[in-house]
């Protein structure tokens, strides 16, 4: 019978005892699972501490919002609360300055969100060709967003002021008669408008840069082979290469908009900043809730507000969902 020594000589077996080996192999297998568990497992690591943050600072004020929109609290004693239920959400349905909130915000963020995008579209498509100082109107671009909102609201409202500002006297070289842009519920609406497009056409325009420069080269080689021209490669090649850009700034413009407050509220030059004008022409969801928790002091509504507004975010998001999934069935 051969001996272990002669095997391992013969290159049948390894030398040292089977229990060596064994050890051998299970730490290669251990240390095998473990770089696996490492790899796998690192991601989690990574976000583990973003959920927790989430937790602590999104997830308890969404809750406890939530709890004070069915009390009765006041802002100055808001340790006492009577259970009121849903009170506040009937109340809120039948209040007719919710609703007209709610088209306020819808219109101003059409009239906001829609050039504002197509405009960021076109520039992106002129800064995504090689021109000279290309660098500089990419900086130039991120200017207005680097602004404060006070400072562009402050500035638009000079702009549209009904008896000096530059909007009028331009009107007035061509003979049209000055514009009441604060009080007249349209022009309000476009004006504060103007400051939102003003200030994020230049931030989605980047986003958009940046996506049309991971579209590969030869897409645009291929289709003007084929004969296709500039805008046929804009529409065939340029724009589904950043579908997804598009709907994520869509996204994010329907939240800003949903959330728009800085803006009409300088622009409202005083009290009726708070009130939306007036007549509250312009007064959008976010002013409603600032009107009813810090000028009415009524928490309980305000949190009423605050859940409504978070309920149509949560229904554009549905919509939007269930448009891409008709979209897909019939394509």
Do not use: C
Request: aromatic residues 14%; charged residues 15%.
């Amino acid at each position: 019978m051969a001996t272990s020594t002669t095997k391992a000589l013969a290159g049948e077996e390894p030398p040292g005892p089977s229990h060596a080996r064994d050890g051998k192999e299970t730490s290669r297998r251990r240390g095998a699972w473990l770089h696996r568990l490492d790899v796998k497992g690192a991601p989690y690591a990574f976000v583990a501490p973003f959920f927790v943050v989430f937790a602590a600072f999104s997830f308890y004020p969404l809750v406890y919002t939530s709890w004070i929109s069915l009390h009765d609290v006041e802002l100055a004693t808001l340790d006492i609360m009577e259970w009121v239920a849903f009170d506040n959400y009937v109340d809120l349905w039948g209040d007719s300055r919710f609703w007209n909130a709610v088209q306020n915000t819808i219109t101003i963020g059409v009239i906001s969100t829609v050039p504002q995008l197509l405009m960021a579209l076109g520039m992106a498509h002129l800064l995504n060709y090689r021109m000279r100082a290309s660098l500089f109107f990419r900086v130039a671009s991120l200017v207005p967003y680097a602004t404060s909102v006070g400072a562009a609201a402050l500035v638009f409202t000079m702009i549209y002021e009904r008896d000096f500002g530059m909007i009028n006297w331009a009107l007035g070289t061509v003979g049209i008669d000055p514009v009441n842009w604060e009080a007249d519920k349209w022009p309000a609406q476009v004006a504060i408008s103007t400051i939102v497009i003003w200030r994020w056409t230049g931030y989605n325009a980047l986003l958009y840069l940046a996506a049309m420069q991971a579209i590969p080269a030869e897409r645009y080689e291929a289709a003007s082979l084929d004969g296709a021209s500039r805008w046929q490669q804009f529409t065939h090649v340029t724009v589904p290469g950043i579908r997804s850009t598009i709907v994520f700034t869509i996204v994010l413009s329907t939240i800003g908009a949903t959330q728009l407050f800085g803006e009409p509220l300088i622009f409202g030059q005083g009290p009726n900043g708070v009130t939306g004008g007036a007549n509250n022409q312009y007064q959008t969801l976010g002013l409603l809730l600032y009107e009813e928790g810090w000028k009415n002091y009524q928490m309980g509504r305000s949190a009423t507000v605050a859940w409504a507004m978070f309920m149509l975010l949560v229904l554009a998001f549905l919509a939007q969902r269930l448009i891409k999934r008709l979209r897909s069935r019939t394509s």
